[in-house]
């Protein structure tokens, strides 16, 4: 496994909310204003146009040292060589992803609430993705929210690294960081601003100020 990673400012893209900038350009303003990871996620897509699109945002992130992370299929991660592969619940198991993608590669779990900290298996997970946190409109089967006492709750829980997921924005990401998250992952806040790099570049500005308020 590997720790050489920040949580930080964790994009995942969504197509429909790029519009016509499409997923490409909101990467690269994303990764211009400061983001550290980017997540691909598109479960519409057919594989082709998976690895297609996957091997170009590739083409932007490696450059420029953000890692990059596939959202569940681990066939598009391991095709174009992504630095790490995300999964759910519902997914292999991270047992079995570990297996089939490495040592090295990053490999992050979600997280939906206190349960399944007790019913997951850690073995092979570098960080965890919790939420959502606050409602989501970009998922339509997310879970209910866990707010942020939820959050709290799980985070006291557990050593692995955990970004929060779910709802996240300029308005609430320093409440996820004074809750003991490493990062925030945002969905619309960057993929449907007008400015994703100026969207980025805030969050990134918030991120790291209310870690500098926690500092003792």
Known sequence: MTGNFDLSVYLVTDRVLSGVR????????????????????????????L??????????TRPAGVPFIVNDRIDVALAVGADGVHVGQSDMRVADVRRLIGPKPILGLS????????????????YLGVGP???????????PPINVGGLEAIVARTKIPI??????????AADAITAGAAGVAIVSAICAAPDPLAATRELVGIVSGARKGKAP
Do not use: C, W
């Open 111 to 126: 997280i939906t609430s206190e349960a399944d900290l007790d019913a997951s298996d850690f073995g092979g997970v570098d």
């Open 51 to 60: 690895v297609e699109e996957a091997r170009a945002i590739l083409a932007v």
């Open 133 to 143: 946190v606050f409602a989501t409109s970009t998922k339509p089967d997310a879970a």
């Open 163 to 172: 970004v929060a997921i779910g709802g996240l924005h300029a308005g609430n």
């Open 22 to 49: 499409g997923v490409i350009d909101v990467v690269e303003m994303a990764i211009a204003g400061g983001a550290t990871m980017i997540q691909y996620r598109d479960p519409e897509a057919k594989t082709r146009t």
